[in-house]
């Protein structure tokens, strides 16, 4: 059979309708067969690895316990915020050096001449607010801090709305000077920003939680800031509080340029005048008050008498000089307030009654005096009026030291004799008082004939 006969006969059976209804009934067969086989299958329980097997029944449960992804992160990060102490006793021996041993894991913004400070939330703090928690006013190691976003804060936080002022003084809220070292640099703070006002304060003397300043301080505070003091209280010790806006201070005014400082005195002085409803009038005051700034018990004069006599004979030698002798500890703020104003040379022994210069006009004369024994052994605390002085715009005209006071049975270098020294009366020079008292006197009248005497005339700044 040839090739060509072979193919028509192929072509011819495949042709047929028997041939195709064969097919036909194969692929539907087939079909049928498939279609059985796979139903059975899915009957049949799937037997998959144990591991395998519990990532899918966790994934399928995961979205029941945390709505979304998240939500899940959030809580985490609210788990993992992380409270340290206020106190780190690691810096026991340096408290105020660097980051000092308060909040020591967070270091202050520093621009040259200005204030150091933190602010959360800040770039510096990732946006993270700051939380603080325990209410222990004898260790401040068991007061805590922490930051936290906004969004993810502590479990059972308290977060205070505005702005809360931070204060960590390392001495003393109800000294006069001290206390108003620790305000300073808040003042300044608001001076940069839109004199804006804290909601409350969080008061902290070595970590440790202090509700109240000195009275004179409250009057400065309320004068500034036009609103009463308002420290925080804790509710207890494991309750977080978080602040919407924090400004935290822990160096005083270190830092702190001289032109910066007098801005910030230039404001308290004006603000205080305005709060006693004092005028800044040149006419409203002596050409030139002299006043005796007095103490009772510890370093006060011996003789009040002699001191008093000779400056009242300087004063009287001078035209227009007026004389006065107050005391402090019988004086409201306010007549205190009166007192500086009226006063362009203060004469005092050294103690935190001399705080008062700083409401004084700018250029004004101070004149300080000491107990035997401090030059030697009080350190370099009893400069601190100097310094005052120099910082709020004032002349220290020098100190006068007593050489002559109680015995020490210790050499007069032992730190022991400091208990003997500390408190103890002053006497006086006539000689010396007299010619110092002129001194100063003529300087002043040759600065108020330059017109160098700053008076405060404009309205404050905030």
Same mark, same amino acid.
């Given at each position: ?20 209804l ?5 692929v539907?067969?087939v079909?049928? !067969?498939?279609?059985?086989? $796979? ?11 144990? $591991? ?5 029944n ?21 788990e993992?915020v ?19 041993w308060?909040m020591s894991?967070?270091y202050?913004?520093?621009?040259? #001449?200005?204030?150091q400070?933190?602010?959360?939330p ?12 325990g ?17 993810a ?9 505005g ?12 000294? *006069?000077?001290?206390?108003?070292s ?15 006002k ?13 509700f109240?300043?000195g009275?004179?301080l409250n009057?400065i ?14 509710? @207890?010790e ?28 230039d ?9 006693c409803?004092?005028?800044?009038s040149?006419?409203s005051?002596?050409r ?5 700034? *007095?103490r ?7 003789n009040? $008498?002699?001191v ?8 009287k ?5 007026? !004389?006065k ?5 019988n ?12 006063t362009?040379?203060?004469?005092s022994?050294? #103690? ?15 004149m ?9 052994l009080?350190?370099v ?16 005209e020098? $100190?006068?030291? @007593? ?8 050499? @007069?270098?032992?730190?022991?004799? *400091?208990?003997?020294y500390?408190?103890?009366?002053i006497?006086y020079?006539?000689t010396y ?12 009248r040759?600065r108020?004939?330059?017109?160098v005497?700053?008076?405060?005339? @404009?309205?404050?700044?905030?």
């Amino acid at each position: 059979m040839t090739k060509r006969r072979v193919s028509w006969r192929l072509v011819t059976c495949l042709s047929s309708p028997k041939f195709s209804l064969n097919v036909l009934c194969l692929v539907v067969t087939v079909f049928l !067969l498939l279609q059985i086989w $796979s139903f059975h299958i899915t009957l049949q329980p799937i037997l998959l690895p144990p $591991s395998l097997l519990t990532y899918l029944n966790h994934q399928q449960q995961q979205p029941e316990v945390f709505h979304n992804e998240t939500a899940y992160l959030v809580e985490k990060l609210r788990e993992s915020v992380t409270f340290l102490p206020l106190k780190d006793l690691r810096y026991l021996n340096k408290p105020l050096e660097g980051h000092t041993w308060f909040m020591s894991s967070l270091y202050d913004n520093q621009t040259k #001449g200005e204030v150091q400070y933190q602010e959360f939330p800040s770039e510096s703090s990732k946006g993270r607010l700051l939380c603080l928690k325990g209410f222990d006013d004898h260790d401040g190691s068991w007061n805590y801090y922490a930051l936290a976003w906004p969004q993810a804060l502590p479990v059972n936080a308290n977060l205070k709305k505005g702005l809360t002022f931070v204060s960590y003084n390392h001495y003393d809220y109800g000294n *006069m000077w001290h206390g108003l070292s620790s305000m300073v640099p808040f003042v300044a703070w608001s001076l940069r920003n839109q004199c804006e006002k804290p909601q409350r304060w969080v008061l902290y003397h070595w970590g440790e939680l202090r509700f109240h300043m000195g009275n004179w301080l409250n009057e400065i505070i309320r004068a500034t800031y036009g609103q009463e003091l308002d420290t925080l209280r804790f509710v @207890d010790e494991n309750t977080p509080v978080c602040f919407e806006k924090a400004v935290v201070m822990r160096h005083n005014e270190g830092g702190m340029s001289r032109e910066r400082r007098i801005e910030v005195f230039d404001l308290i002085r004006c603000k205080a005048r305005n709060y006693c409803n004092i005028s800044s009038s040149k006419t409203s005051k002596p050409r030139i008050g002299m006043t005796l700034f *007095m103490r009772t018990g510890p370093r006060s004069f011996k003789n009040v $008498s002699a001191v008093t006599d000779v400056f009242e004979r300087e004063c009287k030698r001078v035209e227009g000089c007026e !004389l006065k002798v107050a005391y402090s500890n019988n004086l409201t703020f306010c007549e205190q307030v009166e007192l500086m104003r009226n006063t362009d040379v203060l004469v005092s022994p050294h #103690g935190a009654q001399l705080t008062n210069l700083v409401l004084m006009d700018r250029n004004s004369s101070v004149m300080e005096f000491y107990p035997k024994g401090w030059l030697k052994l009080a350190g370099v605390g009893q400069f601190v009026y100097q310094w005052g002085a120099n910082w709020s715009g004032m002349k220290h005209e020098g $100190s006068w030291r @007593d050489p002559v006071g109680e015995t020490c049975q210790f050499p @007069d270098t032992d730190r022991r004799c *400091m208990s003997v020294y500390k408190n103890a009366k002053i006497g006086y020079n006539e000689t010396y008082f007299g010619d110092w008292a002129r001194n100063v006197l003529g300087k002043f009248r040759v600065r108020t004939t330059e017109d160098v005497v700053v008076r405060n005339h @404009d309205g404050c700044r905030c």
